[in-house]
């Protein structure tokens, strides 16, 4: 149980695109949905927390209007990526969780700009 | 939030079991312990959460002291299939908006098994 999917698994865009990554809760109804991002030997970076129907907490330093999330359900996070560049290549990966239960994590999304 | 410690690498051979140590020593009253193994290029995977003294599930145990100021992942004979970086994190399970804190990742422990 507690499966966290996410697609795709992988995307290489030209720079200036929109990329959108999907997190879903395939056998659980997640209270909470959050947002990571890891660079290459390091370790994960909290984006954003968001709860189904209202607007996402951002962690300081990051660009709501660059990383924009939707939750539109309780089994469904999206968090697009505007007007991407370079420097946005990295790896996210999101994860979900119900109250009183711990996170659990989907297997990431590698992000190429080219 | 409580911040975590771990050594930063650890090395062994297959069969061994392996005991890696968290240092927790501003853990609030209602933090839980959880630990996550993760290999390159996935996301992290649930191992094992507890609160105070042993658990034990089908992988691991996790031993925390009365204090709970830190806590220790082992791991029965390990294979080379364990080799991965671990966190162990601490955190409220509760609500979000009522007391629950966001887990921040450390830098983990990077476990070399060896045959």
């Known amino acids: 149980g507690a499966v966290v999917s996410q697609h795709p698994s992988w995307v290489i865009c030209k720079s200036g695109t929109s990329v959108k990554i999907e997190c879903r809760s395939l056998?659980?109804?997640?209270?909470?949905m959050f947002w990571y991002r890891q660079f290459p030997k390091q370790s994960l970076m909290l984006m954003a927390t968001?709860?189904?129907?209202?607007?996402?907490?951002?962690e300081q330093g990051v660009e709501k209007d660059k990383f924009l999330i939707n939750h539109a359900s309780l089994t469904l996070s999206t968090l697009t990526v505007t007007s991407a560049h370079p420097e946005d290549s990295s790896f996210y990966i999101c994860?979900?969780?119900?109250?009183?239960?711990?996170?659990?994590f989907g297997d990431g999304t590698r992000l190429s700009i080219l | 939030l409580a911040k975590t410690t771990q050594p930063i690498s650890m090395d062994s051979y297959e069969g061994q079991e392996v005991n890696i140590t968290c240092s927790h020593n501003?853990?609030?009253?209602?933090?839980?312990i959880t630990w996550y193994q993760q290999f390159p290029s996935q996301g992290p995977r649930f191992i094992i959460q507890?609160?105070?003294t042993k658990v034990t599930n089908e992988v691991a145990s996790l031993f925390i002291p009365a204090d709970r100021k830190s806590s220790t992942l082992s791991l029965p004979r390990v294979s080379l299939s364990d080799t991965a970086v671990y966190y162990c994190?601490?955190?409220?399970?509760?609500?979000?908006?009522?007391?629950?804190?966001?887990?921040?990742f450390g830098k983990g422990t990077m476990l070399l098994v060896s045959p």
């Open positions: 994860s979900a969780r119900v109250t009183d239960q711990p996170q659990h």
């Open positions: 056998d659980f109804q997640a209270t909470t």
């Open positions: 968001s709860n189904e129907g209202s607007k996402a907490t951002y």
């Open positions: 501003n853990i609030a009253t209602n933090d839980y």
């Open positions: 507890g609160y105070k």
């Open positions: 994190l601490v955190g409220d399970m509760g609500p979000i908006d009522s007391g629950y804190s966001t887990l921040t």
